[in-house]
């Protein structure tokens, strides 16, 4: 399968700790989203990169997330001090500009519960 | 402000029946706009995508879309709805004018095809 993959695909953890998670693009895509989707909402948007430069955050991203794309390849969500507000499902996707507008694929995501 | 509204949580329809799924939105400047399909645990999957010319758009899987620049709509349509076209549905959009891409979604609306 060479779509967008996420790992883990769920992660249970306690509030007050640490959570990283994965983002693997498709592989030519130089642009990757980082999304949150709580129940019974649509995605809301986290931050961008194109390439290993992130150009936009969210007012959603609070100083505990940060979110980092080395080499312009896999990326890293990282939630510092999780608190129970923080359960969601953490979802990425990516997108290629060539011609014309390029709409974004996204992985199957990961399911985060601070308990 | 970017918005999109989807007013029915639910549509329901009978197989062989058509079925429209409804979709507003609110951008600043022109609109670029999308229909997105989620099933249980998985990613969202791209349906389609309306840009510039023709008012409908066709899709992935018999789906297609009417954009209506003067209601500000982009409802989803298909002619003959199958008991596997239940899921959820998400419309979404992104202002001609925002240079970060990022994609403003509508907060679902669950189709169920009965047979």
């Known amino acids: 399968d060479t779509g967008v993959s996420q790992n883990p695909r769920h992660k249970i953890t306690k509030r007050g700790q640490n959570v990283t998670f994965r983002c693997d693009p498709i592989?030519?895509?130089?642009?990757l989203y980082w999304y949150r989707q709580t129940l019974g909402q649509g995605p809301e948007f986290l931050t961008y990169f194109q390439n290993e430069a992130q150009l936009e955050k969210s007012r959603l991203l609070s100083d505990r997330f940060s979110a980092e794309r080395p080499k312009g390849s896999f990326s890293t969500l990282e939630i510092q001090r999780t608190e129970q507000g923080d359960s969601a499902m953490y979802l990425c996707a990516s997108s290629y500009r060539d011609r014309g507008i390029d709409e974004q694929y996204f992985g199957p995501g990961t399911r985060l519960t601070v308990t | 402000a970017q918005s999109v509204a989807q007013p029915e949580d639910q549509v329901n329809v009978a197989e062989g029946n058509p079925l429209t799924v409804k979709c507003t939105y609110s951008?600043?400047?022109?609109?670029?706009l999308f229909w997105y399909v989620q099933y249980p645990n998985r990613g969202l999957q791209f349906l389609l995508k309306?840009?510039?010319?023709?008012?409908l758009v066709k899709g992935s899987y018999g789906f297609e879309a009417e954009f209506n620049k003067s209601q500000t709509s982009f409802h989803l349509k298909k002619p003959s709805a199958l008991v596997s076209d239940s899921a959820l549905y998400f419309c979404a959009v992104r202002d001609m004018m925002d240079s970060s891409y990022k994609l403003i979604f509508g907060s679902g609306t669950r189709l169920l095809v009965r047979p």
């Open positions: 951008v600043s400047g022109n609109p670029y």
């Open positions: 592989s030519e895509h130089n642009r």
């Open positions: 309306y840009i510039t010319g023709d008012n």
